[in-house]
């Protein structure tokens, strides 16, 4: 199958471009190496990806001209760019280029694709608001400039699903970690700080969040799971994460344990935007996707650390 990653230099995006063509698929991946963190980071996943045959197109995609860039046969299309995240230095008209505004040129090109099998769409539980623990059919809250361009994009996505332009589904990720996670996230930051003997920013009253920490392995392998599945899977929203909650105190206690230190912590204003619970219900990813996440907080933890020391 010829398939299109986007935001392949970022975290989930190089993960899933390179499991893709680990499976035998042609795999064109696409970025635009924003600068929302440090580009080297993505310039080697960029170059790890070149380095297994796959393709690497920089290009924003919020410009309208991909046709003339871009084959026009792909099979599947995984729409993993965006403006990630609650951070204080990302604008609105951050999201709404990188989020609505791209997507809506995406979906345009996808929808000039006569043969496009699926176009998945990569949201995320920040859709649902701050309380999360909810199947899919919840009314979608979204506290968060974040959330809100992400619902958009989503809805944009299903609404060709919904005229019959092209298949679409879209899944929701909550709280993914492991190797190559981006340097703000948690996970990043804790081992960071634990080997080097740094305070952890811990955000006022974040100690008792709770989260589905879902490792990136398990994430992938319920992503290109969809493959095959389009008549399954068109017009679905599907959550995709574990059934098991941690609070950012556990998270913490985990690394901790493993690097055989104490982490000190430095207290910081709380986030406007920030989700208090997230637990994922993945009971339609199970009964769609055959989907069953494996890999055990700590495993995980451990495999994030090794990669981490390899840098």
Not at 134 to 142: I, L, N
Not at 272 to 281: E, M, N, P
């Amino acid at each position: 199958m010829k398939i299109l990653v986007t935001g392949a230099a970022g975290f989930i995006g190089s993960h899933l471009a390179e499991k893709l063509h680990s499976m035998g698929h042609e795999v064109i991946g696409m970025d635009n190496f924003s600068g929302y963190y440090n580009v080297h980071l993505k310039r080697q996943n960029a170059n790890q990806l070149r380095s297994f045959g796959i393709p690497m197109i920089e290009q924003d995609i919020c410009v309208d001209f991909l046709v003339t860039i871009l084959p026009r046969d792909f099979d599947y299309v995984f729409h993993c760019a965006a403006q990630p995240g609650i951070s204080s230095t990302s604008t609105f008209e951050d999201y709404l280029n990188n989020n609505i505004i791209a997507t809506h040129h995406l979906t345009d090109f996808a929808n000039q694709h006569l043969n496009l099998k699926l176009f998945i769409n990569i949201g995320t539980s920040s859709i649902y608001g701050s309380d999360v623990y909810c199947d899919e059919e919840q009314m979608a809250k979204p506290v968060s400039n974040y959330g809100v361009t992400k619902l958009a994009a989503e809805q944009i996505a299903m609404t060709h699903s919904r005229l019959g332009n092209f298949p679409a589904c879209s899944l929701r990720l909550y709280s993914v970690y492991g190797s190559r996670e981006r340097p703000d996230k948690m996970f990043s930051q804790l081992i960071k700080c634990g080997l080097n003997g740094r305070e952890f920013p811990l955000f006022l009253g974040s100690l008792t969040h709770k989260r589905s920490f879902t490792h990136i392995k398990d994430i992938v392998e319920g992503i290109v799971s969809v493959i095959g599945k389009e008549k399954l899977c068109d017009g679905q929203i599907i959550n995709l994460g574990t059934d098991k909650e941690y609070t950012t105190e556990e998270g913490m206690q985990v690394v901790e344990k493993l690097l055989k230190t104490k982490i000190q912590s430095k207290e910081k204003p709380a986030r406007s935007g920030d989700q208090l619970r997230t637990k994922a219900v993945i009971i339609k990813a199970r009964d769609l996707l055959n989907y069953n996440p494996t890999v055990l907080l700590e495993e995980g933890v451990q495999e994030q650390i090794d990669w981490f020391k390899s840098q």
